[in-house]
């Protein structure tokens, strides 16, 4: 059915701007639960399947780092974007931006 | 929390070792904050419903915990066979299967009942042909079902409905396989039927195995159509335990337990088989017996308490809303 074939496109459009999307949240520290609000907050809806996973991935491939530190008494483990993931962020950032205006234009034509 | 607990320790199951306590640590961490936020919005505690909605929400354990660990070990040829959910406990469990088989083939060479190496290696090769082949199954039929979270009540551990399942499938295979012997004898003597047969011991203990067996096959059965009644399906099981132990400690006494039909014409290839298969069945009953009853026993036993905290749990429940 035509709704299938919408999720697996829409799950694949998704997948590279959540990684994004993660990377620009993160220029300010936080933990996995604050991240998904502050994500959420601002129109990004994520299940925590798929950021907490993802956040690992990430730190796995240097763009992230992470500590764990006390909060209320708790410990948590607190992600900011590491120096290179600065350096990556900003270049997918501009690639996003090409894509972005490129897609409007065809989409106008 | 309890009930988190119990969710993030069946995830644990499912997560490769060395990221374990990490990765478990983080999620408690995520989830108890998502409840206090939610608490603190609703200005209440929790009620635990409402918890098994957010753990719900946040998924079935093997499919989180998959999400962990993508690229985990399995057993593929052209296709998956094992999947990654039930590899590690397929290996956990064939290890502890073969360990006990090496102690049970080195129990008997110290007491000088030793099949023979020929024996130990063939048995040891069917015992992790039939364990794969078992597994694969298993891993067929959980493919088939969905996963799924289930939180009738804290009291519960979450059982993936593919477990009652390959229980009942089990059970039954075994009862027609004992009801069909004394009809087919191959289907325990193979090719040497016709020069083998159970001896006089089975006489009296044929017919109270089938009942069991079959008394076990009908209860999987029901609970299988009934989920809950899962409390009653405890006591019943406790007490099928109970009597195979009972009957295990009798059956011990009952050695030899198969013996060559016309001792003139069988050649020594026959005698010693007859010899090989009392050795194994007898060292089967002594060690494997006891140990799978008393697992099974212990298991139940904790289901059992499990099931009256709940009953116990509803009725409080019932009676606050009456109020």
Redesign the interface.
């Known amino acids: 059915m035509n709704t299938d074939r919408f999720e697996t496109l829409r799950l694949e459009l998704r997948r590279g701007c959540l990684s994004l999307a993660v990377l620009a949240q993160l220029r300010v520290e936080h ?4 991240l ?2 502050a994500l959420s907050d601002q129109g990004l809806e994520i ?4 950021l ?2 993802l956040l ?1 991935r990430l730190e796995t491939q240097g763009l992230l780092t992470s500590e764990w530190r006390e909060e209320n008494k ?4 607190f992600y900011r974007l590491s120096p290179e993931g600065e350096e990556i962020f900003g270049l997918l950032l501009e690639e996003w931006k090409k894509i972005n205006q490129a897609l409007d234009q065809i989409i106008e034509e | 929390m309890e009930l988190l607990e119990q969710y993030l320790n069946v995830i644990k199951m499912y997560l490769p070792r060395d990221q374990r306590e990490d ?1 478990i ?3 408690y ?6 409840m206090e ?1 939610k608490e603190t919005e609703m200005g209440r505690p929790l009620n635990e419903d409402e918890q098994a909605d957010i753990l719900r ?3 079935a354990p093997q ?2 915990a998959k ?2 660990a993508p690229d985990q070990p399995c057993v593929a040829f052209g296709r998956q066979l094992i999947g990654p959910e039930s590899f590690p406990i397929y290996i956990r469990i064939l290890w502890i299967v073969l360990g006990c088989m090496v102690i049970v083939h080195a129990s008997l060479a110290i007491l000088g009942r030793f099949p023979g190496i020929v024996i130990f290696i063939n048995s040891m090769f069917w015992t992790f042909v039939s364990m794969t082949l078992i597994t694969i199954l298993i891993d067929l039929v959980r493919k088939k079902t969905k996963h799924y979270w289930h939180t009738p009540s804290m009291y519960y551990l979450p059982v993936p409905k593919w477990i009652p399942v390959t229980g009942f499938f089990v059970v039954t295979a075994c009862t027609l396989w004992w009801a069909g012997v004394p009809l087919f004898p191959r289907l325990i003597f193979g090719m040497a039927a016709g020069e083998m047969e159970l001896t006089a011991t089975w006489h009296f203990f044929y017919w109270p195995v089938l009942l069991l067996l079959l008394i076990n096959s009908v209860h999987r059965g029901v609970f299988l159509l009934r989920p809950q009644w899962m409390w009653l399906s405890m006591p019943i099981r406790l007490g099928i335990y109970f009597i195979c132990l009972v009957m295990l400690y009798f059956l011990l006494d009952g050695y030899p337990y198969v013996s060559v039909s016309n001792l003139e014409t069988a050649g020594p290839g026959i005698t010693g088989l007859a010899h090989n298969m009392n050795q194994i069945i007898y060292a089967a009953l002594l060690i494997g017996g006891p140990v799978y009853w008393f697992i099974n026993i212990i298991v139940c036993g904790w289901f059992f308490i499990k099931g009256i905290q709940y009953w116990r749990w509803l009725r409080q429940n019932k009676q606050q809303s009456n109020k």
């Open positions: 933990y996995g639960y604050t998904r609000k299940d925590e399947n798929t907490y996973p690992r708790r410990k948590k483990r | 990765i640590h983080e999620l961490e995520n989830l108890l904050s998502e936020d929400r946040h998924g499919l989180v999400r962990y």
